[in-house]
């Protein structure tokens, strides 16, 4: 992509510019750069100051290395490596301190931050020691698997920046972002390559493990037979999702399966599931959540069928994901991508005037303006929508689980819609590769064909397809797992990261309270084997 300032790209070419600019002007003068870790550098030696009498009396545990990028990642990595050290493991800090991974920055700026950063992440010695991405040496060639690795990363790290699955290589726009996610996975897996294979972690620790660096140093972990911790969060408080060499965005849950869906749930589990099920239909937020997951309260299924128009033909109901999302990212299974799959499969049903087909564009494209909305991907399928199908916009003022009390089939991609669907009783076929799929609930298609005679067979005799007794039950309690289980505790979200270290402390999280509360988790994280209380 075009170099923003051609002057600081020359300068920073040229030998210790950077460096002298930088202790003699710049490092004690407010920054006005995006990236800016100034706040966690004040913060630093007073908490560095809690965690050395832990770290002194702590038993040895764990080589860590923990990688992180964008000043955001870096603040929470560098708290949790300190609650890492305070219990004992050896923690090495490896920043790649970039602000913008969709655009090129200078190289004199980019000399810059990685200076900040070591400024600002110095406090942290002796307890963690600290190195910079960009100051590796890479290894000079990669396997080809991890070549591989690169382009599909680039690709979705493209799509996840345009919100959108086509990536026109024709586009110049497209195309220079595409080169430069190339460029920088490329350096990313080569100095991966060659740090991991001369240093040999333990484990390796990663935020998202998907797109991105973070995505390349996943994946090169794995090739190395590394173990590899990846990590993220949901929408509420106190809670992170962890994964065990996987990425965390790819939702296996299939440890959580055989270790816990055998088990019955209780009245009070029921009650707890019914009582998030209840909030979300009812436009309000739940727990320590400040996610609203619909924007207009439930008017009742009767009101919705009317104010939709619908009559008393059968109704299928397709829920959409946002295009983009790292959530949808690398689960296609028979279609190429979501869009293909909602394209052929409108298509399919503008000729089945026997039953009336509901597309509900995801709520959540409202806070993705950008992005390109599911019901344009409709209007380019049908440029003249036939009566029996009908498309709800993400801000249409329509409630999702009215749609779901009176949907006679479901049809999901990887939205836990198609979850809640199966836990009213109703079919729900399964098209991408999601958390829920398989479990024995969903009709679970594996290519074009079987999605096709799918569709004709469930929509030949719809009763005879409804879930039963023992189906509804696995649904719900799967849903449990998934929504109470699957997140553990932990003090600090990524977002209003600051906030919440205000209500926990690093003193309060090495103490007993925070210890009896976060110390599975923190095992977790280090790759220990997990033990369900």
């Known amino acids: 992509m075009a170099?923003?300032?051609?002057?600081?790209?020359?300068?920073?070419?040229?030998?210790?510019?950077?460096?002298?600019?930088?202790?003699?002007?710049?490092r004690n003068r407010p920054r006005k750069d995006h990236f800016n870790l100034s706040r966690l550098q004040k913060s630093l030696p007073a908490a560095r100051a809690v965690v050395e009498p832990f770290a002194k009396n702590a038993k040895r545990g764990r080589n860590v290395l923990f990688f992180s990028t964008l000043h955001y990642w870096i603040e929470q990595s560098t708290y949790l490596g300190l609650t890492l050290a305070g219990l004992g493991h050896k923690v090495t800090l490896l920043t790649l301190p970039y602000s913008e991974w969709h655009k090129e920055m200078d190289k004199f700026t980019q000399r810059q931050r990685v200076l900040h950063t070591r400024d600002a992440l110095s406090a942290l010695s002796p307890l963690i020691e600290h190195a910079s991405f960009l100051d590796l040496r890479p290894a000079s060639v990669l396997p080809e698997r991890i070549q591989a690795d690169?382009?599909?990363i680039s690709l979705w790290d493209c799509q996840y920046t345009l919100m959108r699955e086509e990536v026109d290589m024709d586009d110049p726009k497209d195309r220079a972002l595409y080169d430069l996610r190339i460029q920088r996975n490329t350096f990313a897996a080569k100095a991966a390559f060659e740090y991991l294979q001369s240093h040999k972690p333990d484990v390796v620790l990663i935020p998202n493990g998907l797109i991105l660096e973070?995505?390349?140093?996943?994946?090169?972990a794995r090739y190395l037979n590394i173990d590899a911790v990846t990590y993220e969060f949901n929408d509420q408080r106190e809670q992170i999702w962890l994964a065990q060499n996987s990425s965390i965005m790819q939702q296996d849950t299939d440890y959580l399966v055989n270790a816990r869906c055998h088990l019955p749930i209780t009245d009070e589990m029921f009650e707890r599931l019914a009582d998030l099920e209840n909030a979300r239909r009812g436009a309000r937020v739940w727990g320590k959540s400040k996610r609203l997951w619909q924007y207009v309260s439930s008017q009742g299924a009767q009101e919705t069928r009317k104010q939709l128009g619908l009559d008393e033909r059968p109704v299928v109901m397709l829920a959409a994901n946002v295009l983009g999302d790292s959530l949808t990212l690398g689960r296609d299974i028979f279609a190429a991508s979501m869009t293909e799959w909602i394209t052929k499969t409108v298509q399919y049903f503008a000729k089945r005037t026997d039953v009336q087909l509901v597309i509900r564009v995801h709520p959540g494209e409202k806070l993705v303006p950008q992005a390109k909305s599911m019901g344009a991907v409709v209007r380019e399928a049908l440029p003249e929508l036939p009566s029996h199908i009908h498309v709800i916009g993400a801000l249409?003022?329509?409630?999702?689980?009215?749609?779901?009390?009176?949907?006679n089939v479901g049809l999901a991609y990887t939205t836990t819609v198609g979850l809640e669907t199966a836990m009213n009783g109703c079919p729900v076929i399964s098209?991408?590769?999601t958390h829920y799929r398989g479990r024995g609930f969903t009709l679970?298609?594996?290519s074009w064909d079987e999605y096709y005679a799918t569709l004709e067979k469930v929509l030949a005799n719809i009763p005879a397809h409804r879930l039963n007794e023992k189906q509804t039950e696995l649904a719900w309690n799967y849903a449990y797992r998934f929504f109470f289980e699957y997140p553990r505790p932990f003090p600090w979200r990524l977002m209003n990261f600051w906030d919440d270290l205000e209500v926990w402390p690093l003193e309060k999280v090495l103490s007993e309270e925070g210890l009896h509360q976060f110390k599975d988790t923190f095992d977790?994280?280090?790759?220990?084997?997990?033990i369900w209380k």
């Open 214 to 220: 973070m995505g390349i140093v996943f994946r090169v």
């Open 3 to 26: 170099k923003t300032n051609t002057l600081r790209e020359l300068l920073g070419d040229m030998p210790f510019t950077a460096e002298i600019d930088w202790a003699l002007r710049q």
């Open 431 to 433: 098209c991408g590769k």
């Open 444 to 446: 679970d298609p594996n």
């Open 524 to 530: 977790f994280l280090v790759n220990e084997p997990f």
């Open 396 to 407: 249409d003022k329509i409630n999702t689980y009215d749609l779901i009390e009176f949907a």
């Open 150 to 152: 690169v382009k599909e």
